[in-house]
T-cell receptor, first 115, second 112 residues
Framework: DAGVTQSPTHLIKTRGQQVTLRCSPK?????VSWYQQALGQGPQFIFQ???????QRGNFPDRFSGHQFPNYSSELNVNALLLGDSALYLC??????????????FGPGTRLTVT | GEDVEQSLFLSVREGDSSVINCTYT??????LYWYKQEPGAGLQLLTY?????DMKQDQRLTVLLNKKDKHLSLRIADTQTGDSAIYFC????????????FGSGTRLLVRP
């Protein structure tokens, strides 16, 4: 049973560009959350998608957007990249019912470097 | 506001016990969590505790919760070199049961 998978593993972009990161949830999970982890910091919640809609959003600008597909996979898009967007982007999946956070699984992350 | 604080670094000798501490601010938190992150890897959920509990034990891991002081600790018995990693404390957000608020992490170094 594959866990949460993310692609690509690493990515280098230039300031001002746009980037799309992808996540496939663990089998049986229908909810995807995205977190940003800057170097030396804990992860910060960006948003969560459930039933193809954004259910909850953290304190991130509109440059950060997302999408969830009917197969529950998800994309994170970041426009007009800034140097400060350099981070490890983590995807987490869970089931939308009950208490999801206790059964939340994280992927290995995508390391984004903005130059 | 919501804030979770941890000490930055802990070094122990192999075979000793490790105690990683955390303080949180949201008194309404229902669950508190401990995650482990190894180099180049994502987060692995180690254990969690419900806020009406004082202690939870899971094999080598013991979680202690002092709700009055908003203090959470993770004790690792018989620490091994494979336990070297960054440990994150996290609480459920007061305004949502869908997101976690993480601390900055404690780097645990286990010396042979």
């Amino acid at each position: 049973d594959a866990g949460v998978t993310q692609s690509p593993t690493h990515l280098i972009k230039t300031r001002g560009q746009q980037v799309t990161l992808r996540c496939s949830p663990k089998s049986g999970h229908d909810t995807v959350s995205w977190y940003q982890q800057a170097l030396g910091q804990g992860p910060q919640f960006i948003f969560q998608y459930y039933e193809e809609e954004e259910r909850q959003r953290g304190n991130f600008p509109d440059r950060f957007s997302g999408h969830q597909f009917p197969n529950y996979s998800s994309e994170l898009n970041v426009n007009a990249l800034l140097l400060g967007d350099s981070a490890l982007y983590l995807c987490a999946s869970s089931s939308g019912t009950g208490r999801p956070l206790r059964e939340q699984y994280f992927g290995p992350g995508t390391r984004l470097t903005v130059t | 506001g919501e804030d979770v604080e941890q000490s930055l670094f802990l070094s122990v000798r192999e075979g000793d016990s490790s105690v990683i501490n955390c303080t949180y601010t949201d008194s309404s938190s229902t669950y508190l969590y401990w995650y482990k992150q190894e180099p180049g890897a994502g987060l692995q959920l180690l254990t969690y505790i419900f806020s009406n509990m004082d202690m939870k034990q899971d094999q080598r891991l013991t979680v202690l919760l002092n709700k009055k002081d908003k203090h959470l600790s993770l004790r690792i018995a018989d620490t091994q070199t494979g336990d070297s990693a960054i440990y994150f404390c996290a609480e459920e957000s007061m305004d949502s049961s869908y997101k976690l608020i993480f601390g900055s992490g404690t780097r645990l170094l286990v010396r042979p």
